[in-house]
Structures are given as structure tokens and as C-alpha cells.
């Protein structure tokens, strides 16, 4: 089946320094969407791209889709502490079920002063 | 976007019992999704659940072990069965129209002694 793997797992970095998580599908997909987790909280959505090569922007976070629809990318510029949290993509596949998420493994960032 | 009630928001119970998870969403959706989420990993989903129909399981989960009702568009329940420590995590009820992004309530944080 579908696999999603995000990299790296886990980051920690200092209040102000960039982030970047990066996400791999084994197929090709639709779309791709972000979810932030906060410490004991639930996934709460950030952003879907559906475009082959697609860049969007959410002031300090930038999302991109790989021209092969497989592969996803989010940047957070110049981090601060509420950013702390697990990133998660989800991808859905090109085809099959048309609402099914595949979740990847997640990033959880950590930022301290 | 959709506003989700899950309940019971957490519970400690005793191995082999059994415990249902409520869903409700304030707005009528063809489509709910149960995830389970193991504690410090992703999200997985345990099956679909569409209004009328039987609920469609993926693989590795079983209805005689998480029987899933959906007797209306605004309302679901997924139950446990016959738990042991290893049911131990996070269930989450989501809903989310083809193609778009998923809403989640705030989970079912489940522990079996």
C-alpha cells in the first residue's frame, strides 16, 4: 500500500533559526495536505496543494509540491516557539478511494529561546 | 468548517472490556473516518464510515474488533472490543468531503490495563 515518509523525525532548533520538514510518497498523488499536532492536541489543517510544482504561502510557512506529485515540502521561516509542535503531510493518492488520507510519519519540532 | 464532539474525551478501563467512542458533527457529511493514533506516531486509519453502508476497514483492522455504526449524516461510533494494553492510544473521528481537507474532533485518549 501507500507509504508516506517524512524526514527528519525529530528537529530542534533555537527561536529565530528556519525549519524545514520534507515528505516522500511511494505514489503518485491528487493532492497533498499539511496538519500541525500540538502537544496533546489534534491534527489541525494548515494547507492543501493539488498543482504539480504548486508553492504556496502562510506568512512564515512555505508549502511545495514536487513536479512528480510524490514529494512535498514545508519551510518555517525564522522560527518561534508557538510553531513547536508534530507537522504531519497527508497525501491522497491519484487513485482509488478519493477521500482516503495516507498520514506521513510526522516531524515534531521543538523551539526553545 | 465542520465543528466535531468526540466522547468520551479520555478512559482508563480494564482489559477485555469493551468501550464505544462517540462522534458527532454539528452539520451533515457523507463521509466520517476513524484513526487511531499510537502514542509518539502518525495517525492511521481503521476505517470508513459511510451513511447506509457498511463501514470499509483497512488492512489489519476488523469489525468484530472495531464494530463501527452510522445510523445518520450527522453521527458515528466506533467500539473497542475485548481490549487489551495494546489498544492503548488516541482515536480520532474526522470528516472530510472527496478531495478535501479533514476536520478532526479532539480524540479519545484510551488506556487498558
Known amino acids: 500500500g501507500q507509504q508516506v515518509m517524512q524526514i527528519p523525525q525529530y528537529q530542534h532548533v533555537q527561536e529565530g533559526e528556519d525549519f524545514t520538514t520534507y515528505c516522500n510518497s511511494s505514489?503518485?498523488?491528487?493532492?497533498i495536505q499539511w496538519y500541525k499536532q500540538r502537544p496533546g492536541g489534534h491534527p489541525v489543517f494548515l494547507i492543501q496543494?493539488?498543482?504539480?510544482?504548486e508553492v504556496k504561502k502562510q506568512k512564515r510557512l512555505t508549502f511545495q509540491f514536487g513536479e512528480a506529485k510524490k514529494n512535498s515540502s514545508l519551510h518555517i521561516t525564522a522560527t518561534q516557539t508557538t510553531d513547536v509542535g508534530t507537522y504531519f503531510c497527508?497525501?491522497?493518492?491519484?487513485?482509488?478511494?478519493?477521500?482516503?488520507?495516507?498520514f506521513g510519519t510526522g516531524t515534531r519540532l521543538q523551539v526553545t529561546l | 468548517s465542520a465543528v466535531i464532539s468526540q466522547k468520551p474525551s479520555r478512559d482508563i478501563c480494564q482489559r477485555g472490556t469493551s468501550l464505544t467512542i462517540q462522534c458527532q458533527v454539528d452539520?451533515?457529511?457523507?463521509?466520517m473516518f476513524w484513526y487511531r493514533q499510537q502514542p509518539g506516531q502518525s495517525l492511521t486509519l481503521i476505517a470508513t464510515?459511510?451513511?447506509?453502508?457498511?463501514?470499509?476497514?483497512e488492512s489489519g483492522f476488523v469489525i468484530d474488533k472495531f464494530p463501527i455504526s452510522r445510523p445518520n449524516l450527522t453521527f458515528s461510533t466506533l467500539t473497542v472490543s475485548n481490549m487489551s494494553p495494546e489498544d492503548s492510544s488516541i482515536y480520532l473521528c474526522?470528516?472530510?468531503?472527496?478531495?478535501?481537507?479533514?476536520?478532526f474532533g479532539d480524540g479519545t485518549r484510551l488506556s487498558i490495563l
Open positions: 452539520s451533515q457529511v457523507t463521509m
Open positions: 505514489t503518485t498523488l491528487s493532492n
Open positions: 497527508a497525501g491522497q493518492e491519484a487513485t482509488g478511494t478519493a477521500s482516503k488520507l495516507t
Open positions: 474526522s470528516v472530510g468531503v472527496g478531495g478535501q481537507p479533514q476536520h
Open positions: 464510515a459511510n451513511q447506509g453502508s457498511e463501514a470499509t476497514y
Open positions: 496543494l493539488v498543482k504539480s510544482g
